[in-house]
DNA sequence: CTCTAAATGCGAATGATTTGCGTTTCATAT
DNA sequence: ATATGAAACGCAAATCATTCGCATTTAGAG
């Protein structure tokens, strides 16, 4: 979906500064931080306006903010095939699962507690091939 | 395993404080704040002195910690069987899956990935029936 | 009992995020 | 095209959980 009709549909002001964002966000295959949106759009935008700007896509559920095990906010457009990760503990380095394995326990689990999920975070943490041949290099 | 055998076997000195923490921690059975475990232990302990110990804990793996989507850390110890939550984002009101879905699908991302997985994170975020009535209500 | 390393308290620092407010810009009606 | 009110923006200050530095106290080995 172009950013125009994002902004039409959300009821917001078309700006420049809002359309580099969403083009960013667009052009993430995976979750992004404010900051890196920040400093990746060519119209340079206050950090303040990232976050306001973001926050108020998340409240009208138009995107998907997702806290991760860095205590930093993630942000990612819906897409029909949205995915997650598994990232270094040590370097940080991450990879991504192809597919999310959810969908079919989540409409289980809302049959099973009457819940309406709107949403899930999953996140795997654990050590890298490189980092984990580092560690056993420096234990000797 | 009681408070003392645990500091014990990471190492660390006995103190009325750490014995405090550890018990709350025990008789928690859903993952706790520092803040919540600084106020509910009976010797005073500076929030300070909560976060290093709990940090050590984890440092040493004998303590989960887990960022939640409220962007806060929750603590708990590692039981046999550890359980996932699904969150209502309106009352926080949750409710814990009976058993965690995702050990064969680690098994299978480690082969696949070449990363040591050592945790995972998985929370379910929704509407409770008693909160999805109530905002039905309102709209009216 | 003595002595040292570890533990604690306190306050200041950190870092992501939010907020208040004055200024600028969008987009709608004239 | 222009005026105008509302929304967007920039900036700096505030917030809040968490961490850090340092001086003081305490556990527990010898």
Redesign the pocket.
């Known amino acids: 979906m172009t950013g125009e009709r994002i902004?039409a549909q959300a009821n917001?002001?078309?700006?420049?500064?809002?359309l580099a964002m969403l083009d960013y966000l667009a052009r993430s295959h995976h979750p992004v931080?404010?900051?890196e949106v920040a400093q990746h759009i060519g119209?340079?935008?206050?950090?303040?306006?990232?976050?306001?700007?973001?926050?108020?896509l998340v409240e009208k559920e138009m995107l998907l903010r997702e806290?991760h095990q860095d205590?930093?906010?993630y942000y990612q457009l819906p897409q029909s095939r949205h995915c997650h990760m598994l990232t270094c503990r040590n370097c940080r380095r991450s990879v991504n699962l192809p597919h999310c394995p959810l969908t079919g326990l989540q409409q289980q689990l809302e049959r099973q507690t009457g819940y309406h999920i709107t949403g899930h975070l999953l996140e795997f943490t654990g050590v890298c091939p490189t980092c984990a041949k580092k560690e056993k290099t420096e234990k000797i």
């Open positions: 902004l917001l002001k078309c700006t420049e500064k809002r931080t404010a900051e119209a340079a935008a206050h950090v303040s306006t990232v976050y306001r700007f973001l926050g108020t806290i205590g930093i906010a």
